[in-house]
């Protein structure tokens, strides 16, 4: 009877075993399936980022190792090109000029924006999304007509604000003079990047919990208290990505002293930031070779200053 009654059992634990194994099977057999599909959808993106930009720049490598001359052409050189950016002496001031720049425009730059976020997220302003736009809205002209924009204002003869200076018996400051080009330009990168800087900042205040502002307003803390030791200190995330950018957005300046060398030629001369004399060297001087390495000395510059600045970041954030 025992053995009756186990068989029935055994034959109706087939079907159950079969049905299993086909669901493992099955669940089994999409993974490949969704894996290609997955393949598929990044495939264009892939694609497009390795022909627009892993190729040029492999070739660029590639052509860096080489140079024109009259008799053979094209030879080989090595690291002879990078050899003379090491020890270029346009190349190095340039660089200096960039990084003197980066200390006397992103501070002020990041002040700003510090404050416009935290005044915007005071909730103490009345028409606060249009002052939002109205800061923000720089950003969205282009740099060449922003340049052109400021170095009308900037006229010595032609400008407004030398013609106010006209009037009220004054003498107009030389915007467009050796000694005020360079804050000259940095007024305008001042006034075309505060406002991204300031919707990055705002975007991270809206994200940090309101109990935390709960918690101070019991304890006693007024709004100023509140900003400086909870907002940011909360901020220095967001803070040190703006840095971040700034260190590469100075290092490759560009558009602004191409359009300001037209009106002062005397002053921003064709090696006065590094992408600048790359550029000249290119497509003036036809050094294409040693174009590329001066443009991948500068990658390598950036890429080593923006490394130092997160190190020394985290080990502050350590300590």
């Known amino acids: 009877m025992s053995t009756e009654s186990t068989a029935p059992r055994a034959q109706a634990a087939l079907p159950v075993g079969r049905i299993g194994q086909r669901g493992r099977a099955n669940k089994g057999g999409k993974g490949p399936r969704y894996a290609r599909t997955g393949y598929l959808f990044v495939a264009p993106f892939m694609i497009g980022f390795t022909a627009m930009f892993l190729v040029p720049l ?9 140079r024109e001359q009259m008799i053979g052409g094209n030879v080989f050189v090595g690291l002879d090109n990078y050899t003379r950016a090491f020890t270029d002496p346009q190349l190095i001031a340039g660089l ?3 990084a003197l720049f980066f200390l006397i425009q992103v501070p002020l730059m990041m ?11 005071s909730a103490l302003l009345r028409l606060s999304r249009t002052i939002r736009l109205a800061i923000f809205m720089p950003y969205a002209v282009p740099s060449v007509v922003a340049a052109l924009m400021w170095g009308f204002l900037y006229g010595p003869d032609f400008g407004p604000l030398a013609q106010l200076a006209d009037r009220i018996g004054a003498a107009a400051p030389d915007f467009l003079g050796a000694d005020l080009m360079l804050g000259s330009i940095a007024n305008i990168v001042t006034w075309e990047f505060t406002g991204y800087n300031m919707i990055l900042l705002y975007a991270a205040l809206r994200a940090i919990p309101t109990e935390l502002y709960e918690a101070a307003a019991v304890d006693g ?7 400086w030791s909870i907002k940011i200190p909360l901020l220095r995330p967001a803070i040190v990505l703006c840095m971040v950018f700034s260190v590469i957005g100075s290092f490759q300046l560009f558009n602004e002293p191409s359009i300001m060398r037209t009106l002062a030629p005397n002053v921003i001369v064709a090696d006065y930031t590094p992408n600048l004399y790359a550029y000249n060297l290119a497509f003036v001087g036809q050094e294409y070779n040693y174009a590329a390495a001066v443009s991948f000395v500068l990658g390598f510059v950036i890429m080593a200053g923006s490394y130092l600045f997160m190190l020394a970041t985290n080990r502050r954030s350590r300590s």
């Not at 492999?58 to 080489?66: D, E, H």
């Open 58 to 66: 492999a070739y660029a490598a590639w052509f860096s190792l080489f």
């Open 96 to 98: 200096g000029r960039v």
């Open 111 to 121: 002040v700003l924006a510090l404050f416009f976020a935290l005044a915007l997220d």
């Open 221 to 227: 803390a007024g709004p100023w208290r509140t900003a």
